[in-house]
């Protein structure tokens, strides 16, 4: 099914309603793409147009309401929101600012504060002359801080919102199990991305906002340059690493490929990645954190490489291609049932990396791979 | 030939550092993608990943400085840039607020201002509570607008940026060419979508950030909604809009058709519409403004039709999708040599819409069309 029930956004509403009672919040304010479709379903890729900003204000009660360009009226109100107030678009003179200020003032009580996700991983996604403006017009209410309500309600999915990623995952793992049509001796990298992003789409990917990886001789140098038109090379590892969407869902995971036969450290290297990366799985139940999923990977990490420069071994995915929380030594956030994570283990062979990266989703009893699990052994093309 | 010679970059910063001058900056502060790639030329799709903040800093003079997470380091280390400062991100004590506060405070004398792009179209990537504690570190160093210097400079494009442009324009035109390949009645519009951006790829595209398009009988509702499962049928007209990319540059135009034949007054609208567009075509000289270009094309458009809501006729393009200036009255922008624009006419048919856009650059003499300019008929499919 594409989209989601009205009861669904009502539900994202109410628990965000009542976190913010707790917070003393007003409203919230929100700027950026996910955070909009979070509640309302709007769903386009219009926000690659950096041009006009868009507005969402969730109240104390009742549905949220938009401030929106023009030209975002009609499939706003293919929504279940009913306030849609309007301005045409670019506007220099005033490109929404006295719009959004009446409208929080409607919305806000004199001497409120109105929350505005202002964490990691967040930005004001408008003019930052005219986020001071908004404040200026806003008589004694306060933008502040929305102390996490964003981040703590995306970060668990609904049964909804894991089939969607599933659906994502699934289309990813029947790409990259045709790699070999595609990838052989002689074939630039290049030439391997554009073919891959195409199997994606033929295997049912909305669109392929990322891909990643990289092919050199026993490894690779990073995993986040673009490809060059450089020919696959007997004893290469090839890796791709895929956020494509469907239904404005992303997947995120990697497989790697030897082409020709694999050396003896580059065959053992992955599978010490795909032992870590069961590590974390075999912990990853409701109530341990994400630090303890990065100490069960890097334990075993560390009985073979020095550091990838990655800076994490995994994160949340979703709505976007990474999300809360990080495994990293300093997040304690604790599991809970309906979170989807990546485990990411990297590890450094001689002068270059190996990255593998599964999805799972974590549950009430054990937790499951949503990506079709990697085998131990280093396919060879 | 991908990439830029480092006497590119040269030229960008000095020309960013002799504006600072006159507007008494002693640096920018720069957060977003094309913003860093501007200056250095480090291109990757990483930044679909909302974790972790980037940051360059424009000195005075000399080279751009990068405060940036280890996990790029040894990309930005192939860039023309020789000072890479980075931290292990995401840090979730000190993401970077350190490191950047230092490192601006090492680049600008004490007492100076540090210009942050805080105009239309600019938006500052990074948290809010950050950008503050960055701010109380600067000691009595402010950080204020940037005047508009971003916008300036990339608002003209290089003999080097044109081509890349012109090579992402050839691509969809081939593309283009092919629709009638994959469109045909009884398909549906999602599977339209999904072959078109395979198509895109297949012709040289590196990725396809963006596209948007509708088939509904007679027009369609709007040009920004995701695509549907909805066959085509008879009598609709199908509208794709993409902006694919090659080697970081964008193009920006449309292309419609009529599945079986057009209605008299859809075809005449179509006419129209390449009518309006030929309009502002003849007059984009060096000293023409963009609301010129608006009202050569309004001028016809509105002895036709009604407004279709989308709030301007045309804009820029480059590295990103829609940039400065905007096609409307309110745009003075004067246009010189070396900006590419999109020329954007829309009118309204009965209940719906439809939509035509060119690419073009301005030159000394004549505009160049860079998209293979359309027929005033309406192909038939």
């Known amino acids: 099914m594409r989209g989601f029930d009205d009861s669904e956004f009502q539900s994202r509403t109410e628990r965000a309603q009542s976190l913010m009672d707790k917070a003393g919040l007003a409203a919230l304010l929100l700027t950026t793409e996910p955070e909009l479709r979070y509640f309302t379903g709007y769903l386009t890729r219009f926000w690659e147009s950096p041009t006009r900003p868009w507005f969402l204000i969730v109240p104390a009660s009742g549905k949220p309401v938009a401030v929106i360009p023009s030209i975002g009226a009609a499939l706003m109100g293919q929504t279940w929101i009913e ?55 806003l008589g004694n209410r306060r933008l502040g801080s929305d102390n996490g309500i964003l981040r703590a309600l995306r970060m668990i999915k609904s049964p909804a919102e894991i089939e969607k990623i599933e659906t994502a995952c699934a289309i990813a793992g029947r790409a990259f199990h045709r790699v070999s049509e595609i990838a052989n001796e002689g074939v630039t990298l290049d030439e391997v991305f554009r073919r891959f992003q195409m199997l994606c789409l033929e295997e049912g990917a909305d669109w392929v906002p990322y891909l990643a990886g990289g092919a050199e001789r026993g490894g690779y140098t990073d995993v986040i340059s673009p490809a060059r038109p450089i020919p696959l090379r007997s004893g290469d590892v090839l890796m791709l690493d895929t956020g494509l969407v469907w239904d404005g869902y992303f997947c995120d995971f990697d497989r790697n490929w030897s082409i020709g036969a694999a050396s003896s450290n580059v065959r053992d290297a992955h599978a010490v990645l795909i032992e870590a990366s069961d590590a974390a799985f075999n912990i990853a139940h409701p109530g341990a954190t994400a630090a303890d999923l990065f100490h069960a990977m890097n334990q075993v990490l560390s009985r073979h490489s020095g550091d990838t420069g990655a800076g994490r071994l995994g994160h949340g995915v979703g709505m976007s291609l990474t999300e809360w929380p990080s495994l990293i030594p300093s997040d304690h956030t604790v599991l809970e049932p309906g979170m989807v994570l990546t485990l990411e283990p990297g590890i450094a062979v001689a002068d270059k990396i190996l990255v593998h990266e599964e999805n799972i989703v974590i549950t009430n009893d054990a937790p499951r791979f949503i990506s079709p699990k990697a085998p131990a052994e280093l396919p060879e093309i």
Chains 1, 2 share one sequence.
């Open 83 to 137: 306030d849609i107030r309007t301005w045409s678009a670019p506007d220099l003179a005033d490109d929404g600012v006295s719009l959004l200020a009446e409208t929080l003032r409607d919305v806000c009580p004199d001497g409120t504060l109105i929350g505005v996700p202002d964490g990691h991983e967040t930005h004001v996604r408008m003019p930052l002359a005219d986020l001071k403006r908004v404040q200026d017009g």
